[in-house]
C-alpha cells in the first residue's frame, strides 16, 4: 500500500478515477494572484507543475502535448506566419511554434506570469526559445486579447489552456470562439486541448458545438497519448474556417527540426476518429 | 486527499507512477492455484478484476484493448479460420475473434479456470459467445499446449495475456515464439499484448529481438489507448511469417458487427510508429 504523503495524486474530476506520481521533493508553492502552483520533483517522471491541484506539465511526457496541440495545426495551414498561444505559459507549445520556419511572429499570452517564471526554473529545457526574436511573451488575460484583436491579425490561434473550470472557463465559450474567428485570416484556424474522450464526451459535444455556433464549418478532433492527464488520452480540436484536409505532407516529411512523437505518420493517425466518436459526432 | 482505503490502484512496476479507481465493494477475492483473484464494484468503471495486484479488466474500458488485439491481426490475415487464444480468460477477446465468419474453430487456452468462472459471474457480457459452437475453452498450460502443436494447426495465435512475471513469463520466450512459429500455418501469425512503450522500451525491444530469433521476419507493433493499464497507453506486437502490410481494408470496412473504438481508420492509426520508436527499432 503506497503511503499517500509521498505521492502527488490527481483525482479525474467527476470520474472518480486517480493517477499518481511518486515525489522525492516538492521543489516549489505558492499562490499566484490567479492559481495555486506547486512544483515536485518526482521519482520517475522528471519534475512535475501542478496547478490548482491538476497536473500540468512533466519532464518526462510533455511531448506528446505540446508536439500534438501544434505541428498537426502548423502542417494543416497553407502557410501559418502568425501564431497565438492562449495560455501556454509553460512555453512548451511556443517551443514547438517557432521550430516552423514560416512563423514569423508567435505570442504567448498567459495571464499568469508565475507559470512562465518557474517554468524557466524548472523546465528550462521548454523555455530554450523564449529568446527568440520571433517571440513575444505577454501576462495579460487572453480572452481579451482576442475580443480587441483587429480582423485578420493571426493566423493560427491555440488555446493551451487548463480545464474548463477557474481562469480557463471562458476559453471553451462560443463568445471566446466569435472572437477568434474575428482575428482569424481566410485560412485561420484555433486549436483547443479538448480533455478526454473517455471521461468527456459531454464537454467535447458542449465545445464542438460552441464552435459551429461561432462560425467555424470545419471541426477535426485529434487523439493522442497523454499519461499524466486524466485517462492517459487526450484530445484537441481544430476549428477551421476552411477545410482542414490539406495536411502539407511534404512538408512535414522535410521538417528541419526533431520530434519525439510527431511525424507524418503520427499525424495522420491522431485524425482517426474512434467508432464511438463517429457515431456520437459523425464522421 | 483520499482515502486509499476507498480505492484500488495498482503502481506500475518499476515507474513510481500509479492508476487509482474508487471502489463501491469488494465483490470477490480468492487464491486460485496460480495467482491471486480480486473483483471489485467501482464506481466509474463498472466491475474490475485484479489479479496478482494489477488491473486486468474493467467493463467500461475493455473494449479498447479487446478489439485492438484482435481485429487488426484478424484483418490482416488473408483467411483466418483456426484462432488460438493464450491466456484471456475474461472471454472478451474470444468474443471479438468470434465475431470474424472466416473463422471456423477459436480455442482460448487459459491456465486458470477461475478466471473465466469469474469472468461469467461479474463480465456476462464479455461471455456471451462462449456458447458458440466454434468455440472451445480449455484450461490448461498454453505454452505447453504450444509445444505440443503439430505444423500448420493455426492461422493466428494471440497472445493475451498477463505482465512478464509469474504465470506468463514464459509467453515473452524465443523458445515460445519458436513453438508458435512451428505450429502456424505459411500466412501465420502470432499477437502478443506488449506493454506500455512510454514505460517499458527495454521489455520491447527484448521480446521483438525474441520474436525475430524465433523466425517471424515480419513485426508490427500497434498502439492504442487502455485506461486502466500502466501509462494508459498500451501496445500490441504482430509477428508474422509474411508481410503484415495486406490490410483486408474492404472487408473491415463492410464488417459485419458493431465495435466500440475500431474501424478502417483506427486500424490504420494503430499502425503509425511515434517518431521515438521508429528512432529505436527502425521504420
New interface residues.
Given amino acids: ?2 503511503n ?1 504523503s509521498e ?1 502527488f ?1 490527481e ?1 479525474a474530476p467527476g ?8 515525489v522525492t521533493k516538492k521543489l516549489h508553492e505558492e499562490q499566484s494572484p490567479f492559481q495555486h502552483l506547486e512544483i515536485y520533483e ?4 522528471g519534475n512535475l507543475m501542478v496547478i490548482d491541484g491538476c497536473t500540468m506539465v512533466s519532464t ?2 510533455n511531448f506528446f502535448y505540446h508536439e500534438m496541440i501544434s505541428h498537426p495545426a502548423l502542417y494543416t495551414h497553407p502557410d501559418p506566419k502568425r501564431v497565438w498561444i492562449i495560455g501556454g505559459g509553460d512555453c512548451g507549445t511556443l517551443k514547438e511554434v517557432l521550430k516552423h520556419p514560416t512563423v514569423e511572429k508567435a505570442v504567448q499570452i498567459d495571464i499568469d506570469e508565475r507559470v512562465t517564471r518557474l517554468a524557466e526554473i524548472y523546465f528550462p529545457e521548454l523555455c530554450e526559445s523564449n529568446g527568440d526574436p520571433r517571440a513575444d511573451l505577454k501576462f495579460i488575460d487572453g480572452i481579451k486579447w482576442v475580443k480587441d484583436a483587429e480582423p485578420n491579425s493571426v493566423d493560427i490561434i491555440l488555446v493551451d489552456s487548463t480545464d474548463p473550470a477557474g481562469p480557463a472557463e471562458g476559453l471553451f465559450s462560443e463568445a471566446f470562439y466569435r472572437d477568434c474567428f474575428n482575428c482569424l485570416s481566410e485560412n485561420g484556424m484555433v486549436v483547443q486541448q479538448s480533455e478526454s474522450a ?1 471521461f468527456y464526451m459531454k464537454l467535447i459535444g458542449e465545445m464542438r458545438g460552441a464552435m459551429q455556433a461561432a462560425g467555424f464549418p470545419h471541426l477535426q478532433t485529434l ?1 493522442f ?3 499524466i492527464y486524466p ?3 487526450w484530445s484537441a480540436t481544430i476549428a477551421g474556417k476552411q477545410s482542414l484536409k490539406q495536411f502539407r505532407e511534404r512538408d512535414a516529411a522535410n521538417k528541419p527540426f526533431d ?5 507524418v ?2 499525424h ?9 466518436f ?1 457515431k456520437a459526432f459523425g464522421g
Same sequence: chains 1, 2.
Avoid: H
Fill in positions: 500500500m503506497m499517500p505521492w495524486t483525482e470520474v472518480a478515477s486517480a493517477f499518481s506520481l511518486k518526482t521519482e520517475s517522471f518526462r511526457d473517455l487523439f497519448p497523454q499519461c485517462s492517459g488520452w520530434t519525439n512523437f510527431y511525424n505518420d503520427i495522420k493517425a491522431a485524425l482517426a476518429q474512434p467508432e464511438f463517429k
